[in-house]
């Protein structure tokens, strides 16, 4: 394949089947429309959804046993390729992403771009490597070419939790809206209880894990079915749900709360759920809201830290409660099953579209 110029980096690590990914195959496949070629860099093989990548894209596969140790591999790749700029978007990553081009001497752009509050992933670590990253992002950061936060929220955290400052973080929301994703919507559901909406069907989407704050999800939907009938889908994986299935029998709601797993088009579901459900605890800007809202589901959210906030516009287009508090998310939750949604002005999710975000993106990776 002939060489595309000029050619763009996105080291990526592992590339599995969450949000960070399907954002990166977003803007790789635009990239690639306007032609830019695409490097996809990853630490070791072995990615199960690679198949999101443009046909064009060229994996780089650096064969590290593990993250920590795809330091040499990394500048090696940017001493011989030199693409003119590389896209991180974890933090760890960022790191690592960081020292190897301070290393290489190469003048390829290094770009990182925080998806998730620092504060809230170094409180909520179990590892070294987690509790020191305010530390490393003080020392490291400053050497970015551009960071992105993906919401305002996200770039406060890591202005104050860094000590960086915020003039040199910019936002931009997660291209979220695309046609893929409307497409998908269109697809047929197999599970029965989305054929019929006779029972209206509460939906939640996320990784199972604390952050995503299911049990109490769980919790609100208990005491909604005390006033009416209704049911409760979580799809996702995660190390929670051995604790989510025995808190759904311990509120003897087998029969009202399905957790089928991780689906490869959430979309469809979610275009007909009566509801769709944000429990967060803490969340970046998450894009499951956007993606319910375009779709035109009506949304519930915590108000949690952050991005639920910045998306509903305070509350003007979905109901936000707070974070914890099972009473106040069943009474949203009612009052939407009740026949009053909050209406959506359409033109409020332009910013949160494909378009916008490549826009933006191109701007900070220094390509006219």
């Excluded at 894209?57 to 795809?70: G, V, Y």
């Excluded at 609100?220 to 994986?237: C, E, N, T």
């Amino acid at each position: 394949m002939s060489e595309i110029s000029p050619r763009i980096a996105f080291f990526i690590g592992c590339f599995g089947g969450g949000g960070i990914e399907r954002i990166t195959a977003h803007l790789a496949h635009s990239f690639v429309k306007l032609g830019i070629g695409i490097d996809m860099v990853l630490d070791k093989g072995g990615s199960p959804h690679l198949w999101r990548m443009p046909p064009e894209t060229r994996i780089i596969d650096l064969k590290a046993p593990r993250l920590s140790m795809s330091l040499p591999g990394l500048v090696r790749y940017l001493q011989q390729e030199r693409p003119f700029a590389m896209l991180s978007a974890d933090h760890y990553l960022n790191e690592i992403a960081l020292l190897a081009k301070r290393l290489a001497g190469v003048p390829t752009r290094a770009i990182v771009a925080e998806h998730n509050q620092l504060s809230k992933t170094t409180r909520n670590a179990s590892k070294l490597k987690g509790r020191i990253a305010p530390i490393a992002a003080r020392l490291l950061y400053p050497w970015a070419d551009g960071i992105i936060a993906v919401s305002h929220g996200v770039a406060e955290d890591l202005a104050q939790t860094a000590s960086l400052p915020r003039d040199r973080i910019q936002t931009i929301y997660n291209p979220v809206i695309n046609s893929e994703m409307l497409a998908n919507a269109k697809e047929p559901v197999e599970h029965p209880w989305f054929a019929s909406s006779e029972i209206p069907v509460i939906l939640g989407v996320g990784k199972l894990e604390p952050q995503k704050d299911f049990p109490n999800l769980i919790h609100a939907f208990a005491k909604v079915r005390q006033s009416k009938p209704a049911r409760l889908v979580i799809l996702g994986w995660g190390p929670d749900r051995p604790e989510l299935e025995a808190l759904v029998k311990e509120l003897g709601l087998q029969d009202e709360v399905d957790l089928p797993g991780y689906v490869q088009n959430p979309y469809a579901y979610m275009a007909r759920a009566s509801t769709f459900v944000l429990s967060s605890a803490w969340e970046g800007l998450p894009t499951v809201l956007i993606e319910a809202m375009a779709l035109g589901t009506p949304v519930v959210s915590t108000d949690c830290e952050s991005g639920p906030s910045e998306i509903l516009a305070n509350g003007k287009y979905g109901y936000l409660t707070p974070v914890g508090d099972s009473d106040a998310l069943a009474d949203a939750i009612l009052e939407v099953l009740s026949g009053n949604p909050k209406p959506l002005e359409p033109a409020w999710l332009d910013q949160f579209g494909l378009e916008t975000a490549t826009q933006r993106y191109l701007e900070v990776l220094g390509i006219a």
